[in-house]
C-alpha cells in the first residue's frame, strides 16, 4: 500500500504574471513539476518564477523554444523569439539546473522543448 497522497489541483484565470507572486505569498510552493507554455515573449519571468517556486529535484518543463528554428535568427525582431532567446540564455547560465533542449517533429512542424531538473535550491 502506498503512502496517503495530497491531491490539489486549483484553476486561477489572472494573468500568470500576476499569479504566481501571488503563489508564492500564499505559501503554495515547492512545486515538484512546472510546466511553462505561455506567451513566449514573457518565458524568461515565468522560468525566474518557476525557479522560485521549486526546490532541488523539481523538473521544469519550458515548450516551443525551437520556435521551427527561428531562435538562431540574430537578426529576428519577433517578440517571441526573443523571449526564447533570453530565456535559452538565462538556463544556460543558471547554476541551480542541469538542462537540455529537445527538437520534436510532428503535425505541426518542428519545435521543441526544454528540460530543466533543479539541482540545488
Known sequence: MQGKRNHR??????ASLDTLPQLA????A???FVFIDADKANTPDYFTW???????????I?????????VIDANSTD???QGVRKFNTLL?????????????VGSKGYDGL???LVVSD
Open 62 to 70: 519550458v515548450d516551443n523554444v525551437i520556435r521551427k528554428g527561428a
Open 50 to 60: 518557476a525557479l522560485k517556486l521549486t526546490r532541488r529535484g523539481s523538473v521544469i
Open 9 to 14: 489541483i486549483a484553476a486561477r484565470t489572472t
Open 30 to 32: 515547492p512545486f515538484d
Open 79 to 81: 517578440e517571441n523569439v
Open 92 to 104: 544556460a547560465a543558471e547554476p541551480r539546473v542541469k538542462a537540455t533542449t529537445i527538437q520534436t
Open 114 to 116: 526544454a528540460i530543466a
Open 25 to 28: 505569498t500564499e505559501g503554495q
